[in-house]
């Protein structure tokens, strides 16, 4: 006879948080949202931490290098997409991580033969003034000078005029040697009153620039998530087929943690995954599994030495599993369940096992539940998907603008791994659509807003740090009817994009 769960499988949307004893402070600047990546022993701190409690899902819309450097800024972790060559995804996280923060590889190149027309053409397409001019012209060939807008004047110049003519040349410029730390190089450029520093190596070879404008956008990062190197901390997503590959080249690139990404993990694929990776690599290299929906999946996830563990099937925005198989769970349910066997393992071993609530966050306050039930920290697809930053592309649709957003199950994304249960290697049906979502601007901007309203609702329930949410969150189930006295109603509302949709 079947099991039949007596509850039912619920969503976010269907709780609400009651307030607890606020203290004077209980104020948002005195709320932590720093959160364990990796597991860790009781009395011990863990390997990995961030802080804030976002990742970013692993999607081609989504994580990429430049989204990746994006969100380690804000404090959180990208996952890079797997679902493309290993060549390429090693090649995204070596970019992610030679961006050491400050330090921005030059984009902008030419070589010294080149002309001021390319130059101006240079400057149009990249939307920089600072021109590196290298021997092969490259990022990191041998600097031979610069070129800012202060060395020429397009009124009184030919066109044709060559490059080597007019740069400020490599014994005229200031430089910084590589290794010197960001705050050496902005003594420099406050010193000598400079626009940008360019840092090389002992054989004159271009490594970074240092910019002045850099030094106060530093200051707006103060949560950036770095490694003991000042780099970005960066992860990336791998499958349970190509691994004995995938792993070596990641780790190669640099790669700071790892997650298996497949739509239902209770598996022996992952099991036989993550025996490789502690069979070779000890507990050094840190990998996430996942996805469950119960307490079964993860103690399974648990014993077979997973770092942190995602959960979640069915409720990602893009996601028609549902649909097509009949298999998932509400994810308030999934969360909850999960958050007591992550308890219970806890106090069985004393290793804690961090939790991920992957999927399903259609409203900023659904971050807010998903870690009031305890997970500690949270993904998304659709949400960082809608940002400049991401790597699909920006469109206008009827007089708006919007981002594609596509599920790794659509046919566009032809993720098979993802939701490979052994066989020939085809993706035999779709599990995921292909989309649009609303563009809404830099990542920075929606991510502040976002968590001041979760540290907002956290010190409305009086706690200041996530370990307290855990503990002391107060839930209640809402009815069909008081999720109509939620929004506005019985006004006539001025403005439709005030009725608490602002964040979808
Ligand atoms: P979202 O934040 O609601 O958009 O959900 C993102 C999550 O959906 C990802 O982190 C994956 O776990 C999951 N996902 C990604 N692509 C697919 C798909 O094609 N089908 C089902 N789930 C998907």
Redesign the pocket.
């Known amino acids: 006879m079947a099991t039949v769960l007596k509850e039912p499988s619920r969503t976010f949307n269907e709780y609400l948080l009651i307030p607890g004893y606020s203290s004077a402070d209980a104020r948002p600047e005195n709320v932590s949202l720093r959160t364990p990546v990796v597991k860790f022993r009781k009395g011990e701190e863990p390997a990995l931490s961030m802080n804030i409690p976002l990742t970013s899902?692993?999607?081609q819309a989504v994580s990429d290098d430049n989204l990746a450097v994006a969100l380690a800024k804000e404090g959180g972790i990208s996952f890079i997409f797997g679902s493309q060559s290993i060549e390429s995804q090693a090649a995204m996280v070596r970019r992610a991580k030679r961006v050491k923060a400050g330090f921005v590889p030059s984009d902008s190149n030419l070589r010294p033969d080149a002309t001021l027309h390319d130059v101006i053409e240079l400057k149009a397409e990249k939307g920089h003034s600072t021109i590196a001019i290298t021997e092969d012209g490259t990022s990191e060939g041998k600097l031979l000078g610069i070129v800012t807008s202060r060395d020429y004047r397009l009124s009184r110049m030919n066109l044709d005029t060559k490059v080597s003519e007019f740069m400020t040349p490599f014994d005229k410029l200031i430089y910084g040697k590589d290794g010197i730390t960001l705050s050496e190089a902005n003594d420099i450029i406050w010193d000598n009153k400079l626009n940008q520093l360019p840092i090389v190596d002992d054989n004159q070879r271009l490594t970074a620039f240092v910019f002045r404008k850099d030094y106060d956008s530093h200051k707006e990062h103060p949560n950036e998530l770095l490694d003991a190197d000042k780099r970005y901390v960066v992860g990336a997503g791998i499958n349970t087929r190509d691994f004995k590959e995938r792993v070596p080249a990641l780790l190669d690139a640099g790669v700071d943690v790892l997650t298996i990404d497949s739509?239902e993990g209770y598996s022996e694929w992952q099991a036989i995954t993550l025996k490789w990776i502690r069979d070779t690599y000890g507990d050094t290299v840190k990998v996430g599994a996942g996805?469950v929906v119960d307490a079964d999946g993860f103690n399974f996830l648990a014993d077979c030495g997973a770092d942190f563990i995602k959960i979640?099937i069915g409720?990602?925005?893009?996601?028609?599993?549902r649909e097509q198989k009949g298999i998932g769970r509400g994810q308030a349910s999934a969360v909850l369940e999960v958050a007591q066997a992550r308890d219970e393992y806890y106090k069985k071993t004393g290793v804690y096992i961090p939790i991920c609530s992957?999927?399903?966050?259609v409203y900023d306050y659904h971050m807010t539940l998903a870690l009031a039930m305890g997970a500690d920290f949270i993904?998304?697809?659709?949400?960082f998907a809608r940002f400049e930053e991401s790597p699909s592309r920006k469109l206008m649709l009827n007089g708006s603008y919007v981002k594609e957003y596509w599920?790794?199950?659509?046919s566009r994304?032809r993720n098979w791994q993802r939701y490979d249960l052994g066989g020939d290697a085809k993706l035999k049906f779709e599990?995921?659509v292909d989309s649009y979502v609303p563009y809404a601007g830099l990542l920075h901007d929606n991510v502040q807003l976002s968590l001041m309203k979760v540290k907002s609702t956290m010190c409305n329930c009086g706690v200041l740090n996530i370990p307290d949410f855990h503990k002391n969150a107060k839930l209640t189930l809402v009815s069909a009817v008081s999720i109509v006295e939620g929004g506005a109603h019985d006004v006539i509302l001025k403005d439709v994009s005030v009725r608490g949709t602002s964040d979808r």
């Open positions: 899902a692993v999607m739509s996805n979640g409720g990602g925005s893009i996601c028609i599993t992957d999927g399903g966050i993904m998304l697809g659709r949400y599920g790794e199950g659509s994304a599990e995921g």
